[in-house]
């Protein structure tokens, strides 16, 4: 009856420990795979919604990223933001700073790589704040400054989570609809198997103890199985996972590195 399902890639950006990863766990109760994929860089959680309007209902699924908010990991950032049609920037209103980062630091970041794709801000942890005016207000002049909607949410209570990936929601919905020629180039270049290389090198970066040590394993075996890191193909990324467990098969236990060529292979699968 609903023919007009969507799927769409969107990002939650915002510093470290401003509730990201609680709100995710909070609103979303489908999962991404059996097991909540987690790298480095990026956590993929999926989430079916349907938006209800006077003329009909559209069935919706965000593939949500939860991005590392470290800072210094803008190569895996930006990566993560390739193909992504929307945002949630999250900042903590008990601390003034990560609201700051959100106009100096994501969201010229994130526009570097994306087109203007909607955004909506979060002003998370309300039910920390002594007076939820002022939390109001300094919410209302980042929407003005930004010129996008915004919510006060509590990943601990539950408020105003839906809220704000509704809004977000309406607003790629709409988007999609919209004809800008930059939009249609971005949406060309982007191959949905950078993601799952960005994703499976990370792996192997946490599984090796980090990047540094990785990376030059990582060079050599990505070369190795001949993958082209600006456009990786399907069977180039199966050769490149049978070869980083190959490498790691020095470092690890037998089983270890046969759950994590499953899983790497499992992420190559889930792009359709
Ligand atoms: P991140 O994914 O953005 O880095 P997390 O943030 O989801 O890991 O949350 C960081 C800390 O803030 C966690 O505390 C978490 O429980 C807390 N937190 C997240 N959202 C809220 C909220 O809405 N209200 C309150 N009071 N706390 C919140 P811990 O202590 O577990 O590290
Ligand atoms: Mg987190």
Not at 90 to 99: C, F, G, M, N, Q
Not at 151 to 170: I, P, R, V
Not at 207 to 220: D, F, H, K, L, S
Not at 240 to 248: S, W
Request: charged fraction near 30%; aromatic fraction near 6%; charge should be negative.
């Amino acid at each position: 009856m609903v023919d007009d399902h969507v799927k769409r890639k969107v990002l939650l950006l915002g510093d470290g420990a401003v509730g990201k990863t609680s709100m995710i766990r909070r609103f979303v109760v489908d999962k991404f795979s059996d097991d909540y994929i987690t790298t480095i860089g990026t956590k993929v959680t999926k989430k079916d919604l349907r938006l209800e309007s006077p003329s009909g209902a559209t069935d919706l699924t965000f593939m949500i990223w939860d991005v590392l908010g470290q800072k210094g990991y803008k190569g895996i950032q930006d990566s993560s933001f390739q193909g992504a049609k929307g945002a949630l920037l999250i900042y903590d209103v008990s601390r003034p700073e990560t609201a700051e980062s959100l106009q100096d630091y994501w969201i010229p970041h994130l526009l570097d790589i994306t087109d203007a794709i909607p955004i909506v801000v979060v002003g998370n942890k309300v039910d920390l704040v002594a007076s939820r005016r002022a939390a109001q207000e300094d919410l209302d002049e980042l929407k003005d400054a930004l010129e996008v909607k915004g919510f006060l949410s509590s990943a601990k209570t539950g408020e105003n989570l839906e809220a704000g990936f509704l809004a977000l929601a309406k607003s790629v919905i709409s988007d999609s609809g919209g004809k800008r020629a930059r939009g249609i180039a971005v949406d060309g270049v982007t191959n949905e198997y950078i993601t799952v290389a960005d994703a499976i090198i990370m792996d192997f970066c946490d599984v090796m103890g980090g990047q540094e040590a990785a990376m030059p394993i990582v060079r050599q075996q990505i070369t190795r199985a001949g993958v082209d890191v600006k456009a990786p193909t399907r069977e180039g990324l199966r050769l490149a996972v049978d070869c980083l467990a190959e490498a790691e098969s020095a470092f690890r236990n037998a089983d270890d590195v046969e759950a994590s060529k499953l899983k790497r292979l499992g992420w190559i699968k889930e792009v359709s």
